[in-house]
């Protein structure tokens, strides 16, 4: 099955600089990369999300990056502001023999610093 | 956030009780998933459902049984064979389970479950 790292496991930035969070995946076949955010005590909430034939999508201040060859992809948020902070699950989507499920990240736990 | 909605929010049951949490969804999805939440754990599944009457097991189904007799309801069973089931349980829909445009899982509140 597929497996997903997330790195950093927390992270703290200072207001208005920017934040990176990095994911690797295992299967090959995986061809669809959701962000989710989850602040505390509330549900998780898709913020953007990446398919495997494009390498960059912008939304705003949130974007993401795909690296197919190298199994990668990467959350980079700009001007970080104190409503940023929250907990951050990166998945990929195994889409072999039938099995759409999403493997998620263990989540990085962001802190923006007024 | 409405559309997706999990009873209870807390939950307290007995080591050795069965327990089952609800899950309902009024956005006339055909996927349906439960994920386990742990602390530095992230999400892990435990079942998920593409259509009504059939279902797949997760990364982490042991101890755990759904069914799907309706489009809206997925009701997950905690059993007592699930050796450590003090978690938070997140239900999740989405439009449909394959495809490329329509992934995007929706998720209901949570329900908190405590085994004394």
């Known amino acids: 099955g597929e497996n997903v790292e997330q790195h950093p496991s927390t992270l703290s930035v200072q207001e208005g600089d920017s934040a990176v969070i990095k994911c690797t995946y295992s299967d090959s076949a995986s061809n669809y990369f959701p962000w989710y955010k989850q602040e505390l005590g509330k549900r998780p909430q898709l913020i953007i999300d990446i398919r495997s034939n494009v390498g960059e999508k912008k939304d705003q201040r949130i974007a993401v990056t795909l690296n197919k060859t190298a199994k990668h992809f990467s959350l980079h948020i700009t001007e970080t502001q104190p409503e940023d902070s929250a907990v951050y699950f990166c998945a990929a989507r195994y889409s072999g023999a039938g099995s759409y499920q999403l493997t998620f990240g263990k989540g990085t736990k962001l802190s923006v610093i007024p | 956030d409405g559309g997706i909605t999990q009873s209870p929010k807390y939950l307290f049951r007995k080591e050795g009780q069965n327990v089952t949490l609800s899950c309902e969804q009024n956005l006339n999805h055909d996927a349906m998933y439960w994920y386990r939440q742990d602390p530095g754990q992230g999400l892990r599944l435990i079942y998920y459902s593409q259509i009504v009457n059939d279902f797949q097991k997760g990364d982490i189904a042991e101890g755990y049984s759904v069914s799907r007799e309706k489009k809206e309801s997925f009701p997950l069973t905690v059993t007592s064979a699930q050796k450590n089931p003090t978690a938070f349980y997140l239900c999740?829909?989405?439009?449909?389970?394959?495809?490329?445009?329509?992934?995007?899982?929706?998720f209901g509140p949570g329900t908190r479950l405590t085994v004394l």
């Open positions: 999740a829909s989405s439009i449909r389970a394959g495809g490329s445009s329509y992934n995007e899982q929706f």
